[in-house]
């Protein structure tokens, strides 16, 4: 069964670190999310993409995180400088959804857990 | 701007117990709705969703959401549960052009055996 591939499982970093996250969505899949998981909550979106656009990032602190998805396959997520807050469960997503109203369901990585000490 | 409001934080049932878990969102437009469910280390998967037709639709492992969209409301059902439905679950709302996927803030579901 296809799955959306995360590495790596865990990260454990010092604060004002460089920190980066990979994702490999489901084959075929345009839509591609990022999303936070802080312990105890539901994810929060960081930021949306369609192919190699972004569609969405109005909730990615732009100041220390980047997002990219050159080739419209592949994603990585960077922090710079990683801060104690940033700690939390980092999800990436896949849908074969090309906008609202797709009939399409995403699809969950098993994430990054991110320690910032 | 989207919302989704998931009223109970944790739910503690016995076996065989009925469940169900409120999920209400802010949206004007059309919605498409989700239930997803994580278990305990593992990863989110789709329990449900809701697109068109029916407003009662049932998921896998027994569950069943109905959308009431008058009361913007997609609540989640299971007549008897069982001790392996522990699990968190979250309801997800996609909406707007950019079809925004946005989730609640989980309801966590113990059950005892």
């Known amino acids: 069964e296809a799955e959306v591939a995360q590495s790596p499982r865990y990260k454990i970093t010092e604060k004002s670190q460089a920190v980066a996250f990979w994702c490999d969505p489901i084959?075929?899949?345009?839509?591609l999310y990022w999303y936070r998981q802080i312990l105890g909550q539901g994810p929060e979106l960081l930021v949306q993409f369609q192919d190699e656009s972004v569609v969405d990032d109005s909730q990615l602190p732009k100041d220390r995180f980047s997002a990219e998805r050159l080739k419209g396959v592949d994603s990585t997520l960077k922090i710079q400088p990683a801060e104690l807050g940033d700690s939390a469960m980092y999800l990436c997503?896949?849908?074969?959804?090309?906008?609202?109203?797709?009939?399409?369901?995403?699809?969950f990585g098993q994430g990054t857990r991110l320690t910032v000490v | 701007a989207q919302s989704v409001s998931q009223h109970n934080h944790h739910v503690i049932l016995s076996e065989a117990a009925s469940l169900e878990l409120g999920c209400n969102y802010s949206?004007?437009?059309?919605?498409?709705l989700f239930w997803y469910v994580q278990y305990p280390g593992q990863h989110l998967q789709l329990l449900l969703k809701?697109?068109?037709?029916?407003?009662l639709v049932k998921g896998i492992k027994g569950f069943e959401a109905e959308f009431i969209k008058s009361k913007f409301s997609f609540n989640l059902r299971k007549p008897s549960v069982q001790w392996s439905d522990t699990a968190e679950y979250f309801c997800a709302v996609e909406g707007g052009s950019q079809g925004n996927l946005i989730f609640g803030k989980g309801t966590k579901l113990s059950v005892k055996p």
């Open positions: 809701y697109f068109s037709g029916d407003p």
């Open positions: 949206y004007g437009g059309t919605v498409n």
């Open positions: 997503a896949s849908s074969f959804a090309q906008g609202q109203g797709a009939l399409a369901e995403a699809f």
């Open positions: 084959s075929g899949h345009a839509t």
